[in-house]
């Protein structure tokens, strides 16, 4: 397949992916987050880097947002929210971390592909991007130009960006607003 064809062939597995996010289960997270009093983001991985690239822009947007992992992760509790990635629907670190919040009173958001797999089963908020993981990457079944998890960590990447322009204009944050908060220790 030529170059062009195959770029051409992702575009379009990526539009369709974001595009089937079901509108209502993405306000919903809106609301989650906008409520929140503190987001918490994990994911292993390179779905880690995208919940690192949805943290920034929680950050740009004027909230109280943390990743796990990071030296500055302040203590979860209640009012706070843990966003967790789980493309393929299971992590046993993902299973353990929610385990923390939930029992320090923090409620538990997960985005994944796999809506019946055990992380999103313990969350209390499930958003779900319908795209290839790792979890369905082998067998006649393969969909995906791209490899592996590729196809959901980019439908990741779109949909969050549509979720910070909803969050955006629910908290009234304005484009200058987060571009002042952006670094200038580049």
Do not use: W
Not at 58 to 82: E, F, K, N
Not at 126 to 145: E, K, N, R, W
């Amino acid at each position: 397949m030529r170059y062009a064809d195959q770029v051409s062939r992702a575009a379009e597995e990526l539009r369709v992916a974001a595009a089937g996010v079901d509108p209502a289960a993405l306000a919903g997270m809106v609301e989650e987050l906008a409520g929140a009093r503190r987001v918490v983001c994990y994911g292993v991985g390179r779905e880690g880097l995208m919940m690192r690239a949805l943290a920034m822009r929680l950050y740009h947007m004027g909230m109280d947002a943390h990743v796990v992992g990071d030296m500055s992760c302040p203590p979860v509790g209640a009012g706070d929210v843990l966003v967790v990635s789980a493309g393929p629907g299971n992590f046993s670190t993902v299973l353990g971390l929610m385990g923390v919040a939930k029992g320090a009173g923090a409620r538990v958001a997960c985005v994944t592909a796999q809506p019946g797999a055990a992380v999103p089963a313990g969350s209390d908020r499930v958003l779900v991007i319908p795209a290839q993981t790792m979890a369905d990457d082998t067998g006649p079944a393969v969909a995906s130009v791209l490899p592996m998890g590729s196809l959901f960590e980019g439908a990741q990447y779109l949909v969050f960006e549509m979720l910070i322009l909803m969050l955006r204009d629910r908290l009234g944050v304005s484009p200058d607003a987060m571009r002042a908060r952006h670094t200038n220790l580049e």
